[in-house]
């Protein structure tokens, strides 16, 4: 409550009228909290990142190299560094999770795309954090860490802990040998917002790094939180690949070769995000995430179906399940 009243007195100060009303806008998954503000001029959007345990900075230098790019990140009005107080524009509360349907699909995911491809095209090396090894294969350890020993309670044999890093390997290769562009990292429904002008409205991207070409076009169409048929997906995927050519990006000429790309991007992806998700509700009692597990672990079952260097794992996914009997084999 206090922390609460020091941003009350703090907006107060910055804004030029009486704040009318300030209250929840929304939350993440880590310690930050948005409230939008009311005056009798609008509203704005207030973000709360406690220093203990947030950095604005790296949010605020995210959020100018994207407004260079020309896509509609929110403008900063004010800030204070040392609370942990940010007075953004308000890009609404109309997420593309909420949008989103047979109807708006088309035209949304156009768009996003059209987004994407700008804040690729003005990716500079030394700007952003790599996506390297290190950190791709840091976040594939959530899985046996988090995802395997505290939420299946299940610790592999030594022959499945080999299976487990073999592919983790043969993944990481795929993934270094991409090109690199500025990567969002969390470019999908719930981060984007749905606005008049400039659409989509881009938010959550203080995690941005430079690394795979096709790891923002898995999170947005390889959605935890929302499923499309793969014909759709398909399309949606083309349609971006011809955009990228067209742009000039260095996206593979060959379409199945990029195609796979996103997949085999997909997969580690989809190994993190079933740890993020164990370890929001292990950790730090976030259950929400739990009823999405099922769909991430459908997309990352159906990436290894389809690619034969991937199919051990899929056996080992097929224990942890008990689908042994099903198909006919022990491990």
């Not at 390997?169 to 690199?180: D, I, K």
Request: charged share 25%.
């Amino acid at each position: 409550m206090e922390r609460l009243q020091r941003l009350r007195d703090w907006v107060a100060a910055v804004l030029p009228e009486p704040v009318l009303d300030l209250s929840p806008a929304s939350a993440d998954a880590s310690f930050r909290r948005y409230f939008r503000v009311t005056t009798a001029a609008g509203s704005q959007v207030v973000m709360d990142a406690p220093p203990s345990h947030e950095d604005c900075r790296p949010w605020l230098h995210v959020d100018r190299l994207f407004r260079a790019a020309g896509v509609n990140t929110p403008e900063v009005l004010a800030e204070n560094l040392d609370e942990g107080f940010l007075l953004l524009s308000d890009l609404g509360s109309t997420t593309y999770l909420t949008a989103l349907n047979d109807a708006t699909a088309d035209r949304l995911y156009r768009d996003a795309n059209t987004a994407l491809v700008n804040i690729q095209l003005a990716s500079r090396a030394g700007e952003l954090p790599d996506y390297d090894a290190e950190l791709l294969m840091r976040e594939m350890r959530l899985f046996p860490d988090w995802y395997l020993a505290r939420h299946l309670n299940v610790e592999l044999d030594a022959e499945r802990t080999q299976v487990m890093e073999d592919s983790f390997r043969a993944v990481l290769e795929n993934n270094l040998a991409q090109p690199r562009v500025y990567v969002h990292r969390d470019w999908h429904s719930r981060n984007l917002m749905v606005t008049e002008t400039d659409n989509p409205g881009i938010v959550d991207f203080q995690d941005a790094v430079y690394g795979p070409i096709t790891y923002d076009l898995v999170s947005i169409y390889k959605d935890a939180y929302i499923a499309w048929d793969e014909e759709r997906v398909l399309d949606w995927c083309i349609r971006y690949w011809e955009a990228a050519r067209r742009a000039g990006l260095p996206v593979h000429g060959d379409f199945g070769a990029f195609y796979r790309d996103f997949e085999w991007m997909g997969v580690q992806r989809h190994i993190k995000v079933l740890g993020i998700f164990a370890r929001l509700f292990h950790r730090d009692g976030k259950d929400g995430y739990l009823k999405d597990m099922p769909l991430v672990m459908h997309y990352l079952r159906r990436a290894c179906e389809r690619y034969v260097e991937l199919h051990p794992f899929l056996r080992l996914l097929d224990g942890l399940e008990n689908r042994q009997a099903q198909v006919g084999y022990t491990f």
